[in-house]
């Protein structure tokens, strides 16, 4: 049987995108080379790279004045890189989950970080509002979507300082007002590509402002100004985002994933609200459209590995909640079809009829 793959990452993907890239791992394109043998420097790949950054700015509006990078080192290394070329003496973080704390810790190796407001005190349930940014701050960074506590930031908010987003899980799901932001960042696995490679979408004119020396494969200037092939770029999970790119533009752009996302949760946060066994975990005004969490009710504790393993027979795939959590996670991300989560839906309701 088919399975539903509600995994968090790396996560669903368009069948179209895994074939497409299947095959140009075997002959790339007619070329009767694979994807994985020819140099980067070649015109076939140098189209992908130009192609995909295009693509990303068509999709996501990006003004003039922005580049689109494609690097390696995940997420993970863009919280070093981010202070980096960023902190020269003071920065303000949003704590809104693990995620948020990790980028938050290497920054506090660059100078003064303040922690401008956290949700930590009811285990990341809820994004903090009305905080206050120091009107001195470098920059401001937030995670738009914090995928182990499901919860959600969605919609671009007005900082006094320059804004630098974490959108490694919920990228390309809604338009974005990327003027508002000096820099975007995630990790492809979730709603891009596979594994191993980093998007980044920075403004070209924000850099160049800390007084520090930055190591050369560390300085995002060295990535702008050689069209993100300074070195080696990962060549297959690049491809791979260019066929995610080509997909969405396809089903309708960022306001089809926009309108899907709200579509699934809807149905499948209701089934939560609904169904007695059930709960969900985050409050419901910042609730996740990309990754649903969600317990069983107190009164049926002892009813969850039962539950797990009835969805598993049934084809539901990775809905194992983060150890932080507990409980369960649909991971709904923009390859996943409305389907996948009325499936979902009618194992919730056929769990609860027996
Ligand atoms: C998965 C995830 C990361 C970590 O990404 P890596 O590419 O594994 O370093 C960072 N931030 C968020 C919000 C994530 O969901």
């Given amino acids: 049987m088919k399975k539903v793959n509600f995994g968090a990452g790396p996560s669903i993907l368009p069948q179209e995108v895994m074939k497409a890239t299947a095959e140009a791992c075997v002959d790339f394109e007619g070329l009767g080379l694979s994807l994985m043998e020819i140099s980067h420097r070649s015109k076939e790949f140098q189209k992908v790279m130009d192609d995909a950054q295009a693509l990303f700015k068509e999709l996501l509006q990006i003004p003039e004045g922005y580049s689109v990078l494609f690097l390696g080192g995940g997420a993970s290394l863009e919280f070093a890189m981010v202070p980096y070329n960023y902190l020269e003496h003071k920065v303000a973080y949003l704590n809104t989950g693990v995620w948020a704390t990790k980028a938050q810790k290497e920054a506090r190796l660059f100078g003064e970080v303040v922690e401008v407001a956290s949700s930590a005190d009811k285990n990341f349930t809820y994004v903090p509002k009305n905080f206050e940014v120091p009107a001195d701050a470098d920059y401001l960074h937030i995670t738009t979507n914090n995928t182990i506590y499901g919860t959600e930031l969605l919609r671009d908010i007005d900082s006094p300082v320059p804004l630098i987003a974490d959108m490694s899980s919920d990228i390309l799901s809604r338009p974005v007002d990327v003027s508002k932001y000096t820099m975007i960042y995630g990790g492809a696995q979730k709603n891009l590509s596979m594994a191993g490679v980093t998007f980044v979408i920075v403004k070209d004119d924000s850099l160049g402002k800390v007084s520090r020396q930055i190591p050369t494969m560390l300085d995002y200037r060295t990535h702008i100004k050689k069209g993100s092939m300074f070195n080696t770029p990962p060549v297959v999970p690049i491809y791979s985002a260019l066929q995610t790119l080509k997909w969405i533009k396809s089903q309708g752009g960022v306001e089809a994933m926009d309108k899907r996302a709200a579509e699934r949760a809807e149905i499948l946060y209701n089934e939560i609200d609904r169904n007695k066994l059930f709960r969900g975990t985050a409050e419901a005004a910042d609730r996740s459209r990309m990754n649903i969490c969600f317990v069983m009710n107190d009164e049926y504790r002892e009813l969850e590995q039962e ?12 809905i194992k909640g983060h150890r932080d959590v507990g409980g369960f996670r649909a991971s709904c ?9 009325k499936a979902l839906v009618e194992t919730m309701k056929a769990f609860e009829n027996r």
């Fill in 333 to 341: 991300y923009n390859a996943m079809p409305v389907e996948g989560v």
């Fill in 307 to 318: 539950f797990l393993a009835f969805a598993l027979e049934r084809g539901m795939w990775g």
